[in-house]
């Protein structure tokens, strides 16, 4: 029976379904990879999307596939039958067992020996290149085949409506049965792959309940996969722990936005509907006369209706909606716009709604994924303010130093397929990281010299009689000496843009301009803004101000109302902007991208500019849609310094940028001869690269008289006070 044999049958009965999916079903049902799976089952449940309102002919279809693979899944049922696995009671190293080379031959003839002195007739180098190509290849085919399985995984994700995935990762029985019950967890050894990567083997997840854990890793470790696999319950976190993973913007409806944020604790909302149901059936049986059995139900009832009020009081349900607007005013969210439905918002801020339901719900671990990337500095200011007083376990993936500073009392350092943990925040986290690093790199320099040393004893007095003796105590202790691995290099990046040459001033000059989307809804008013190769400009300022309209005046995407924009003929400016990743074909390698933006040049030299930014190797040759968040921006990067601009105007680039290549930036800009204007809400990057803090809001930009950190306290003061 062949994929498709299926495949047809599946194209017949559902005709416009997407071939990646007809073609995934095909091969997953003949493939004796899911011979430990019920397969039509799981062919069952991912049709069923597929089928709607057309039940019989699923059902036919699935008939006919059972006939099909009648006798392929009888011969694995045999097989089932047969020996199985057992599970060992404690762990084996098997690497440490030392087993002979020859042992294991029946006869005891020792290859070795027999093949000693002949020469080998294979070219070595040549094999080592074929298997280098082979190998090039293998990883090339299995990140396509990763890229198409993403898409289609995260297809029947987003089928299951929140609710649905909520009750199946935290069921309502679960939660009655968490009291006096440690949520500690503790994971000795876990697994995690994606596709064909492995990104964990054999690592410890330890999170102690109250503490707040920033994990981090380079670009591509896994960080996120972690996640996911943590909130879909795929490494075994105990069943009475809730868990809540902000990934995904929310679905706009016409749900408004406070009413989304009641609605998303599902427990609070299930036993606000069964309150109403149960008095609802009491209500009814007032009416009726003192018969027995009416007697036995209401009194059914009224004990589920007091356990349900038992319940309700624990989560504090009372409280809900205050709790439900105050964290949307904290997020940026006025009383207008948390009575407005959540279609009309824009993608940042339905995330910002996403981030506001998950703190509402107040799950034992909360997972968050890059918060600090959707959010402005006056929201992210408040936010770090109220996650120090988070009363469950937070697990958060940031690379933002500042952040995981105010918020993390532990760091979790993903890396080399394991995790590393260290007590404090991220500064306490790198100077203990440094100094660990410098003793293990002394200790190990250490012992190959002293390994040197008692080498050079044995070969020069090993066949002397009067010292043979001090020859072998000396094999000895070598033998004796613990094998040490060579410490890891630290990995450092480095960006570079070209120099720019002088042009006389002025450059961008913005005079008396105003602006607005319409005459009546005026976002800029009599805004006077002058830069020059030295400026050096961070702009702050909540969403929606016009921070970013401000950047897209001066690049001339839009044109005031009134007053004028003045630029330099010569003059080039680069446009980084907040969403550059929509602005990539992700079906492009990064080197078809560059040669399509910038033709003329060869594939070598689009390789050796990507490596300007650390794009190098089999990277550049991989389709864009498969890599991950901080190397699209890195190709994003390249695109902008191929354009040789005067002034850069960076909107959002720390978004996605891992730490090392967040380092790298912050260094390449300060060596960098031209203008800069950022819109930041990165406290570090700002500070570093920053001469001058540009406050935008009440439709003007004024210069701010202080720091950062003065900034993002004068925030959170004001937020307090608000009535």
């Not at 289609?152 to 409506?161: C, E, F, G, I, N």
């Not at 981030?355 to 959707?374: G, I, Q, T, Y």
């Not at 492009?588 to 594939?603: H, I, N, Y």
Request: glycine share 6%; net charge neutral; proline share 4%.
């Amino acid at each position: 029976m062949s994929s498709e044999d299926i495949a047809e049958e599946i194209r017949t009965s559902f005709p416009g379904t997407e071939e990646v999916i007809v073609q995934y079903l095909a091969g997953y049902l003949v493939d004796d990879a899911g011979e430990e799976e019920d397969v039509l089952q799981v062919a069952h449940h991912i049709l069923t999307s597929l089928a709607g309102d057309r039940a019989e002919v699923l059902e036919k279809l699935m008939l006919k596939l059972g006939d099909l693979l009648e006798e392929q899944l009888n011969a694995r049922l045999k097989k089932r039958s047969g020996p199985k696995l057992m599970k060992l009671d404690k762990v084996m190293d098997m690497s440490k067992a030392q087993i002979s080379n020859t042992i294991g031959l029946s006869e005891g003839v020792d290859l070795e020996s027999i093949n000693k002195g002949k020469a080998s007739r294979v070219d070595v180098k040549k094999l080592e290149k074929q298997e280098a190509k082979l190998r090039a290849k293998i990883e090339k085919r299995s990140k396509r085949d990763l890229y198409e399985g993403s898409k289609l995984l995260d297809a029947h994700r987003k089928q299951q409506s929140y609710e649905e995935m909520f009750m199946k990762i935290n069921p309502l029985e679960s939660s009655a049965s968490s009291k006096q019950k440690s949520k500690d967890i503790h994971l000795p050894s876990i697994d995690v792959s994606f596709g064909s990567n492995r990104i964990l083997s054999g690592a410890s997840l330890t999170l102690a309940h109250g503490r707040r854990y920033g994990l981090i890793g380079r670009n591509g470790v896994g960080k996120s996969t972690l996640l996911r696999h943590i909130a879909m319950r795929e490494v075994p976190i105990p069943p009475h722990i809730s868990i809540l993973f902000v990934e995904q913007e929310i679905v706009g409806d016409d749900t408004l936005a406070i009413d989304s944020v009641l609605k998303a604790d599902v427990w609070r909302d299930h036993l606000l509907k069964e309150e109403v149901s149960l008095n609802a059936k009491l209500t009814e049986l007032e009416a009726e006369g003192d018969e027995k059995r009416f007697e036995d139900v209401r009194e059914e009832l009224s004990t589920r209706l007091a356990e349900v009020h038992a319940r309700l009081s624990d989560m504090d349900a009372a409280s809900g909606p205050a709790r439900a607007a105050a964290l949307l005013a904290g997020l940026g969210f006025s009383e207008a716009d948390q009575a407005r439905p959540t279609r009309s918002f824009s993608g940042g801020w339905r995330m910002r709604l996403a981030l506001a339901r998950a703190l509402f719900v107040k799950p034992s671990l909360l997972l968050l994924d890059e918060p600090s990337n959707h959010i402005d500095l006056n929201a992210l200011a408040w936010l770090e303010d109220y996650l120090q007083t988070w009363p469950g376990t937070l697990l958060v993936v940031s690379h933002d130093r500042a952040f995981l500073d105010a918020i993390a009392t532990d760091i979790v350092h993903q890396h080399s397929g394991r995790l590393d943990y260290y007590k404090g925040n991220f500064t306490q986290f790198y100077s203990t990281k440094s100094e660990r690093d410098r003793n293990l790199r002394k200790e190990y320099e250490t012992q190959m010299e002293y390994r040197k040393h008692l080498q050079s004893f044995i070969d020069r007095w090993r066949y002397n009689a009067n010292r043979a003796a001090q020859a072998q105590m000396k094999i000895k202790i070598l033998e004796k000496l613990p094998d040490l691995q060579p410490p890891e290099q630290e990995e450092t990046e480095t960006f570079r843009f070209p120099e720019t040459e002088k042009i006389s001033p002025p450059l961008l000059q913005m005079s008396d301009v105003t602006f607005g989307y319409t005459p009546e809804k005026i976002i800029l008013k009599n805004v006077y803004f002058d830069i020059g190769l030295d400026s050096r400009v961070a702009m702050v300022g909540a969403n929606g101000a016009g921070k970013s309209t401000l950047i897209k005046i001066l690049t001339g995407e839009l044109n005031p109302i009134n007053g004028h924009v003045t630029r330099n003929g010569r003059l080039r400016i680069g446009y980084f902007a907040q969403h550059h990743v929509e602005t990539l074909t992700p079906t492009m390698t990064p080197v078809q991208f560059l040669a399509s933006k910038f033709p003329g040049k060869t594939e070598q030299e689009y390789r050796s500019h990507l490596g300007n930014f650390q794009i190098s190797g089999m990277t550049g040759m991989q389709m864009i849609g498969t890599l991950s968040g901080g190397q699209k921006s890195r190709v994003a990067f390249a695109v902008l310094s191929l354009q040789r601009p005067h002034v850069l105007l960076l909107d959002e680039p720390t978004n996605h940028l891992d730490i090392e290549g967040l380092d790298a930036l912050m260094l390449a800009l300060q060596k960098w001869n031209g203008g800069v204007i950022i819109i930041s809400h990165d406290e570090r990057f700002i500070t570093t690269v920053a001469k001058e803090l540009w406050v935008c809001g009440d439709q003007t930009v004024t210069k701010f008289k202080g720091d950062v950190q003065a900034y993002k306290s004068l925030i959170v003061n004001n937020i307090k006070t608000r009535p």
